[in-house]
């Protein structure tokens, strides 16, 4: 089974903290996406990777940076969070074929306070 | 650009009674499609996708282009399929790699 693993499952940060979400899967996956998930507004893509080091803006990329130094991993940062990028954060992988399967993480969810 | 819309936020029907969730989509290229699912305190997950034309969990859904509709359909509720729906369409970007579009979500309770 693939498994995507998202380190931190709850967090709470205050106003203007640096923030690091950490992401693993563990499938040999080339690409890798960071959604956020809100009440009455779905998902919405932040950003995404289709390999190490490549990285391509979503629809919400403002607030946010990623990186990607190795293949499994894919972190999202908040450089200076705010209490409107408190969500929940999904992270998720797929393998480069077409209509490919994304699989996601359990979530971790940001309270900025 | 493209988009997604689920017209309902909440979807409230009887065990035993059939269930459609609509999803209409808005795109200049060739679509692809999919449901995704959340049950309760459970990661998101593929339910179905419109190339494979399958049936999972007595669901289906059927691509129409001409009313740019995707819409999940099922003959006979289940308790066991209350949860969150997401209807999905495929983005490219050109860049590598594909990002999914979601909707906002339609919540589905069935009542006993």
């Known amino acids: 089974d693939v498994k995507v693993t998202q380190s931190s499952r709850y967090l709470v940060k205050r106003t203007g903290e640096k923030v690091f979400l950490e992401c693993v899967q563990d499938?040999?996956?080339?690409?890798m996406f960071w959604y956020r998930q809100d009440p009455g507004l779905g998902l919405r893509l932040i950003y995404f990777?289709?390999?190490?080091?490549?990285?391509e803006k979503g629809d919400i990329p403002e607030g946010y940076s990623v990186s990607r130094e190795k293949k499994e991993r894919f972190s999202l940062i908040l450089e200076s969070a705010s209490t409107n990028q408190t969500s929940m954060y999904l992270c998720a992988s797929s393998p480069p074929r077409v209509s490919r399967e994304l699989f996601f993480g359990e979530g971790s969810r940001l309270t900025v306070l | 650009a493209q988009r997604v819309t689920q017209p309902e936020k909440l979807l409230s029907v009887f065990k035993g009674a059939p269930v459609e969730l609509k999803c209409n989509y808005s795109y200049s290229g060739s679509p692809e499609l999919f449901w995704y699912v959340q049950y309760s305190r459970q990661r998101l997950q593929l339910l179905l996708r419109h190339i494979s034309r399958e049936s999972i969990k007595g669901f289906t859904a059927d691509l129409n282009k001409g009313e740019t509709s995707f819409h999940l359909k099922k003959p006979f509720a289940q308790e066991e399929d209350s949860a969150m729906y997401y209807c999905?369409?495929?983005?490219?970007?050109?860049?590598?790699?594909?990002?999914?579009?979601f909707g906002k979500g339609t919540h589905l309770i069935i009542q006993p």
């Open positions: 990777s289709y390999d190490v080091k490549m990285k």
């Open positions: 499938m040999d996956h080339e690409n």
């Open positions: 999905a369409l495929r983005m490219y970007s050109g860049g590598g790699a594909d990002g999914l579009t």
